[in-house]
Every structure is written in structure tokens, then in C-alpha cells.
């Protein structure tokens, strides 16, 4: 069913852009950015916080990546991309007692497919109105569909090793490596010579899984896991029994016990810089007497203003 929405999803945009005879240009660029992840394992001091309240910024990496744009007409467009970035957590960094004796931790490489439409909400076709359209700004917000896939890993004896195989909640099969994500954010661009995009972009990304950090639930008993490493990495309470932290929580976390938060699905959040070049198209649907871009109406034929 989802395969199926996501098709016809794109189809109708690519229809959408047909159906104006592409009279809007296209422009294809490269990001570099941030990435930050949003879920159980870390945070500060308190209990668990919703969304960004827990994020630790210490944690932040990279997100580098490509897209194409395409404008649909005066205020919508879509944007197709592809990006790598790295998220991670580890309870070690938090003083919260609980989640610092649970002393997981976790890295994940993801790569993300997404397409998004955008709706220009503010659009200023003549910054510092000189009458010669050479800088445009824009501000939009987006809205789309994402897979992404993920792989998390956790360091044990100088390794990093792959934890979805493993299982260390005990589940009958592993979790999905590829999964879907709805992004959800805002941005802006500025448009020099009608060439030239240079621009910015965050957003947050639900997800509809909890083991982008390999825990949601529960400790399963050892006995249900599949090897001596499973086991390990099920339950790392026991590594740091002898930290004051942890002296007097270590005994509670056993089989049965609270792993994570099973009512909530992790997320992640992107924010990028980005350039991109415009790649006007040579329909004759731009000299027409109407402006498509701006809504106004010009006296001949010329070429299209961004």
C-alpha cells in the first residue's frame, strides 16, 4: 500500500509539471550540513523530553548531499534528493543515573531518497527592487516522503559491530534496514543572476520505527538470544557496575526490564546550506505575454526571471 501511495504520489507531480508545459526551469545543486539525532539513548539530565528538548548538540554531525528542483508554477515545486549522514548517541555522555547505567550507544550511516513539495510563501522577484531581476529570494516550507536506510553499530572490543543481525531485544526476525520517513521543515534561497541559488534548509524527519538506536523495548532474557555477542550487547549494564552513578541501579536492569520507549519512534533532523544552478529551459511557453513566474504581464517575448 505504501509502495503504491508513493508512486502515485510522484506520478501526479510529474503529471502536475506536464500538465504547465514545463514552462518553469529546473536547477540541480549540492548541500552540506548537519545532522542530529532524536531518541532514547543519551539526553540530558531530567527524564526524557520530547523532540529537540533532548538533543544533544555535542552529538551533531555531518550531512552532505545532491538534489533537483523543479518548479511546478509561481508558489510550488518539488525537490527530489539524496543524502548521506551520520547519527549517533551514547548514554555515557548523559547524567541522567538510568540512562547512563543502561550505557548503550550507537552510530548509523544513513542514506536517504526523498521528494518534497515546497510552497513559496514569500517570494521577492527583485531584491532591492533596481528593476533588473537580478537577485531573488524565496522562502518556503515542505513537506514530502522519504526511505532511508540504516544500519546501526555499537564499538565492543575496538569493533564496530552491526546490530540489526544480532537481535538484542529478542525479537523473531530483524528489523527492517529500509525504512520510511515523512520530512517536514522550512527554508530559503536567494537567486543571483538568474543562475545562481544559494540557500538554506532545515527539517525534522518522522520516522515510523524505533530502531534507528537498535532499542525500543524491553531486555529480553539471555537465553532467548542467538550467540555470546547478542547477549553482550543486549544488556552493557554490567560495564559500569563500579561507576557511582550506576552503583545502586545496576541490580534492576535484568530480563523484563526497561531497554526503551516502545511508544515512541525515533527521529532524526537535517539543516544544510546549499547551492544549486538554474537550468532554464528553451520552451516557447516563457515568451509568452504572461509572466508565469510573477503573474504580471509583459509587452514581448523574453527570457524567464527567477
Not at 506520478?11 to 539525532?37: E, I, K, R
Request: with cysteine; net charge positive.
Amino acid at each position: 500500500m505504501l509502495r503504491i501511495y508513493t508512486i502515485s504520489l510522484l506520478t501526479a507531480l510529474c503529471l502536475a509539471g506536464t500538465n504547465v508545459q514545463a514552462q518553469y526551469a529546473w536547477d540541480v545543486g549540492v548541500n552540506a550540513g548537519f545532522s542530529n539525532y532524536l531518541g532514547e539513548i543519551g539526553g540530558g539530565a531530567g527524564e526524557a523530553r520530547d523532540w529537540v528538548l533532548d538533543m544533544k548538540l555535542d552529538q551533531t554531525r555531518w550531512n552532505p548531499g545532491v538534489f533537483a528542483r523543479y518548479r511546478l508554477d509561481y508558489n510550488l515545486g518539488i525537490n527530489m534528493s539524496l543524502n548521506y549522514f551520520r547519527i549517533q548517541g551514547a548514554d555515557s555522555l548523559t547524567p541522567n543515573p538510568n540512562r547512563f547505567t543502561r550505557n548503550l550507544h550507537f552510530r548509523n550511516d544513513v542514506f536517504e531518497l526523498a521528494a518534497c513539495g515546497e510552497y513559496y510563501f514569500l517570494n521577492q522577484p527583485d531584491v532591492g527592487s533596481t528593476g533588473r531581476y537580478l537577485l531573488d529570494f524565496k522562502s518556503y516550507i515542505y513537506l514530502g516522503l522519504a526511505a532511508f536506510y540504516n544500519n546501526p553499530k555499537t564499538q565492543y572490543q575496538g569493533e564496530w559491530v552491526v546490530l540489526q543481525p544480532l537481535k538484542t531485544e529478542g525479537q523473531e526476525k530483524p528489523y527492517s534496514r529500509i525504512q520510511i520517513a515523512v520530512p517536514v521543515g522550512f527554508g530559503f534561497f536567494y537567486t543571483f543572476s538568474r543562475l545562481h541559488r544559494f540557500g538554506w534548509s532545515i527539517g525534522w524527519r518522522y520516522t515510523f520505527t524505533d530502531y534507528v538506536d537498535d532499542l525500543s523495548g524491553y531486555y529480553p532474557d539471555p537465553k532467548d538470544l542467538e550467540s555470546d555477542e547478542a547477549i553482550a550487547l543486549s544488556n552493557r549494564s554490567n560495564e559500569v557496575a563500579g561507576h557511582p552513578l550506576a552503583a545502586d541501579l545496576v541490580e534492576y536492569f535484568v530480563p523484563g526490564g526497561v531497554r526503551g520507549n516502545p511508544d515512541a519512534n525515533d527521529s532524526y533532523l537535517l539543516t544544510s546550506f546549499n547551492y544549486s544552478y538554474v537550468i532554464r529551459g528553451n520552451t516557447k511557453s516563457f515568451g509568452k505575454r504572461k509572466n508565469y513566474l510573477y503573474g504580471r504581464k509583459r509587452g514581448r517575448a523574453g527570457r524567464a526571471r527567477f
